[in-house]
């Protein structure tokens, strides 16, 4: 397969444009794994790169500056893509790495582990543990704690403990932004798929105490779009259309943002259920770093191993739960299934590609013989998922993929390709299903609470 850079005025152009910034970025990025973060949603998921070049391409230059709080298993990415991607004053703090799960628990205990909880009821007193609920309860205590301040907060105070999960990245200034800061005012999208309805109107009131009111508080809450949740107004549920949709929670910021260019401050709080993708971009044997079109090129029969991180507690953990394993403790999204992807640089072949994992038929799709490439991607059926568990593929750390096609050649595209063209994605990655850790009634007297969210239902 050729090597040019050919095959796409488009792309030769976007090299010139941004190669002089791009390639010192480049020189540290891996050259092998980095995995990706992706949330789960009714009507599908969405990556941590999706969602930041979303804000990017819709809010930037718009905010006086925003700050994105992300609490989900295996968030890391999503502060990741937010350093590469977004400009101006922003930071973006996430409550976990790759392969750590997020927690919630509620407890009729103000302290569980000598950690203080966010109180949420007070007669009967019920509290709130975990990151999330430490992050707002540091905006209670002191509204004037700067977005880094939160973030060592809700690290300090998680009962879980940090276990080196949580991060925040951003411009200096974004980091010592409040949740009070905006000339013109303020807004906030608040984007949840699960929790509760005690947890709803505590950071409700605690974003009311602080300058916001109902026309500046957007709620999108699982399937409770247009009722009320503890005398809470929702105004959406909480799905994939409602975050990037044309009247979604991005787009009503934008209109908002607009009234007062670079006046007014975004807030972003997203409590998903999560997952990470392992992802691998192989390299040609003579890779010239930062260059582009150095993947390797992968024939009929040919394939790669994807290795699973060693300390892994959400992919491996979290692949089969609800299908094939239920782990009390965690609770996975209803209908979501695995999915493959692979993104290419150049494509010598058009039609079907079958994909095996560990000798599993896991699904095909259509190459389209793409001279720039393309990206494709599909769920796993619950055939090929039961493949898999059968097989013991996550038994070990390592999966085993091979492509079955024709004829021809195609060209995976890398990190460094991603750089230079502005890709939404590149190599090959396998994506579990989304995922959130829950307490165990039996372990911590959990008590059934109205207002739960439905979140194990899809909704017809």
């Not at 980091?175 to 509760?196: C, E, N, P, S, V």
């Not at 009247?247 to 910021?253: F, L, R, S």
């Not at 799709?365 to 490439?373: E, H, I, K, V």
Request: glycine share 12%.
């Amino acid at each position: 397969m050729s090597s040019k850079i050919g095959g796409g005025a488009s792309r030769v152009w976007m090299v010139a444009l941004v190669a002089g910034a791009s390639l010192a970025m480049t020189q540290a990025a891996s050259a092998q794994n980095k995995n990706q973060s992706w949330i789960s949603a009714f009507g599908g998921k969405f990556s941590d790169t999706e969602l930041m070049k979303a804000m990017r391409g819709r809010l930037g230059g718009l905010y006086q500056n925003l700050q994105v709080v992300v609490s989900v298993c295996g968030c890391e990415g999503f502060s990741l893509e937010g350093q590469r991607l977004l400009n101006g004053d922003f930071s973006v703090a996430t409550s976990r790495k790759f392969t750590l799960c997020e927690t919630y628990l509620f407890s009729n205990n103000e302290k569980e582990n000598d950690k203080t909880g966010l109180k949420v009821r007070a007669d009967p007193a019920r509290y709130m543990h975990g990151w999330y609920a430490e992050y707002f309860r540091g905006i209670e205590g002191d509204a004037t704690r700067t977005a880094q301040q939160l973030h060592d907060f809700a690290v300090a105070n998680d009962f879980k403990g940090n276990m080196n999960g949580s991060r925040i990245e951003g411009n200096a200034a974004g980091k010592l932004a409040t949740i009070g800061d905006g000339a013109m005012g303020r807004r906030a999208a608040m984007w949840h798929t699960f929790g509760h309805g005690l947890q709803v109107k505590t950071v409700d009131g605690i974003l009311k105490a602080n300058g916001y009111n109902n026309d500046r508080i957007d709620w999108a809450y699982a399937d409770q779009g247009g009722n009320e949740l503890e005398g809470v107004p929702i105004d959406r549920d909480g799905d994939r259309d409602t975050m990037f949709g044309p009247t979604g929670v991005i787009e009503n910021m934008r209109t908002y943002l607009q009234g007062q260019e670079g006046q007014r401050k975004a807030l972003f709080v997203l409590s998903a259920h999560g997952t990470y993708g392992a992802r691998k971009a192989e390299k040609k044997e003579d890779a010239q770093p930062s260059q582009p079109r150095q993947g390797k090129s992968y024939t009929p029969g040919s394939g790669m191993n994807l290795e699973i991180e060693p300390d892994d507690d959400v992919f491996r953990r979290g692949f089969f739960e609800g299908f094939r394993t239920d782990d009390p403790a965690l609770e996975a999204l209803a209908g979501d299934h695995p999915m493959f992807l692979l993104s290419t640089i150049e494509e010598d072949y058009t039609g079907l590609v079958a994909v095996l994992c560990d000798g599993v038929d896991i699904g095909s799709f259509s190459m389209l013989g793409l001279p720039d490439g393309g990206n494709y991607r599909f769920d796993l059926s619950d055939a090929a998922w039961a493949g898999l568990f059968d097989a013991g593929a996550l038994a070990d750390s390592m999966l085993s993929f091979t492509f079955a096609f024709g004829s021809g050649e195609f060209q995976v595209a890398t990190e460094w390709d991603q750089e230079l063209f502005d890709l939404d994605n590149f190599g090959i990655q396998l994506v579990g299903p989304g995922v959130i850790e829950t307490p165990s009634p039996a372990a911590v007297g959990l008590l059934a609470l109205a207002g739960v969210a439905a979140s194990r239902r899809r909704r017809a």
